[in-house]
């Protein structure tokens, strides 16, 4: 076996268009990890969104690795091996700015999402994701210092033909202090500095005693790219951005089975 620990985004990666995961790809990660290899999801969504589909997918076991490498958890206990997030300060600097330029905001805390406006947008977010976000009746920057959340990360929704704008608009103010990057075409997402999902590669060999070398990892997004330049398997599904596709090996597509070719000819060769 090649690589012994297989890293997969699941959004645009192992997940289809429909919301769905093929059986070719179940069958393979379940061939992997009969053969002895850890198969681990590396997302940027919410463990009380990822979870469930975990279990899903027969994952019931081992390690997920959540809000772009701010958490990682055990899957079917949901406890916690490591948990960033934003001090209070830090959270209400950046909520005021983007209340300031009056963006749809999302924050999450805990097992929560808290929102700032309700649209179509949102509803879209809230099918594929299968959480609820919590409208507030205040402003988010209000309502955190009322209520000393601990946020792990903020977003902001918008218009895919908006987001280049936004994206260099949080980026140019908040790029020196902290990871600015979009997991999809209408979200830009702000974390910690140092919590992108390449810190899962570290903390995942460390905790399997597994070498970076026998590492590899599949993206789509801009979000995926740290993940991919960590590992020593360098993937991307035929539908990833320019940028993840000429640093990696490009396999099928998310809606071909891209993360079972990549298990099977690459992972387990």
Request: proline residues 4%; glycine residues 8%.
């Amino acid at each position: 076996m090649k690589y012994r620990l297989f890293l997969s985004d699941f959004d645009g990666t192992l997940v289809r268009s429909d919301g769905s995961v093929s059986e070719r790809n179940i069958k393979a990660i379940a061939a992997y990890r009969s053969a002895g290899g850890i198969f681990a999801v590396v997302t940027g969504r919410m463990l009380a969104s990822i979870r469930p589909r975990l279990f899903e997918l027969g994952l019931s076991d081992g390690l997920v690795v959540a809000f772009q490498g701010a958490q990682v958890a055990d899957i079917r206990t949901g406890r916690l091996l490591k948990d960033g997030g934003f001090a209070e300060e830090e959270t209400l600097g950046i909520l005021r700015f983007l209340e300031e330029n009056d963006l749809h905001i999302h924050i999450y805390a805990g097992e929560s999402m808290y929102v700032n406006r309700r649209n179509a947008l949102l509803e879209m977010y809230e099918r594929i994701t299968r959480v609820k976000g919590i409208l507030s009746d205040m402003p988010l920057s209000d309502y955190v210092k009322a209520h000393h959340l601990k946020v792990i990360k903020m977003l902001v929704m918008c218009d895919p033909a908006d987001r280049p704008r936004v994206e260099e608009l949080l980026s140019r103010r908040f790029g020196s202090e902290y990871y600015v990057t979009c997991s999809s075409p209408y979200l830009v997402e702000i974390m910690p500095k140092g919590e992108s999902k390449a810190a899962a590669v570290p903390f995942l060999s460390e905790y399997y005693k597994i070498p970076v070398s026998e590492i590899a990892a599949i993206g789509d997004q801009k979000n995926d790219i740290p993940l991919v330049q960590a590992a020593g398997g360098k993937f991307a599904v035929a539908n990833a951005v320019e940028e993840l596709r000429s640093i990696a090996t490009v396999v099928p597509s998310f809606e071909e089975d891209g993360v079972a070719y990549a298990i099977e000819k690459y992972a387990m060769g």
